[in-house]
């Protein structure tokens, strides 16, 4: 069974922010970030983010915009999105949005999981080894007590990912979104911090990668 809530809710710009993996580093994008540079590529890219919940980006100042609100709802404590980053160089971006304690009388302590990766480097395992570390940050670190995640049925290495991460499968939204002239299926998933500490110490990602 699961613990009992923190006594103390932490605060979450508080808390050391920057993550190392055996070959990413995960830090927070800050509203002057140099790197929107090598992040326009694909946030410009009309084909890459299809099967996500944004669009692309139109010109700069969106990509500044989404920069200056990820840094609001960290300050906030709603929230806390990481740039990914291999080889010295952004590839991606993952999330733990939409933090919430208390749900009037109710204790809920809970956030949504949201990621993406520049497609030059899939398939390699990396966006498994940013989200387990991201997993390890929410669960341990900030004590939260559920994760959840989603994504389009169609969205096949999406479900890859967490699946591999041990989420359980809770239900598909038949219908749930409109994009692109068509609605689509929402898969809906969900992990536990007692599943978490089950799963996580038997994850092969938890041991180092080769380059």
């Known amino acids: 069974m699961s613990a009992p809530p923190r006594p103390t809710i932490p605060t979450l710009s508080a808390l050391p922010l920057e993550l190392e993996t055996p070959r990413l580093t995960l830090r927070p994008w800050t509203a002057t970030d140099a790197d929107v540079e090598a992040m326009w590529p694909y946030a410009s890219d009309p084909e890459f983010p299809k099967l996500m919940s944004w669009a692309a980006h139109r ?29 010295g160089k952004v590839a991606g971006s993952i999330s733990l949005m939409g933090i919430r304690w208390q749900l009037a009388a109710w204790r809920i302590d809970r956030c949504e999981l949201g990621y993406w990766l520049a497609p030059p480097l899939w398939g390699k395992g990396l966006m498994t080894e940013a989200a387990h570390h991201a997993l390890l940050f929410g669960f341990d670190t ?64 938890s041991r180092p990668h080769r380059t």
């Open 142 to 205: 900030l004590g939260l007590h559920k994760i959840t995640v989603g994504c389009l049925a169609q969205n096949i290495g999406s479900r890859r990912v967490i699946e591999k991460l041990g989420f359980r499968h809770i239900g598909v939204h038949e219908d749930d979104v409109w994009r692109d002239g068509a609605w689509h299926a929402h898969l809906r998933y969900e992990l536990t911090a007692a599943r978490w500490s089950d799963v996580s110490t038997t994850m092969p990602i």
């Open 59 to 87: 010109d700069k100042a969106e990509t500044r915009a989404f920069l200056d609100g990820v840094v609001k709802q960290l300050a906030d404590g709603g929230g806390i999105t990481w740039a990914i980053v291999h080889a």
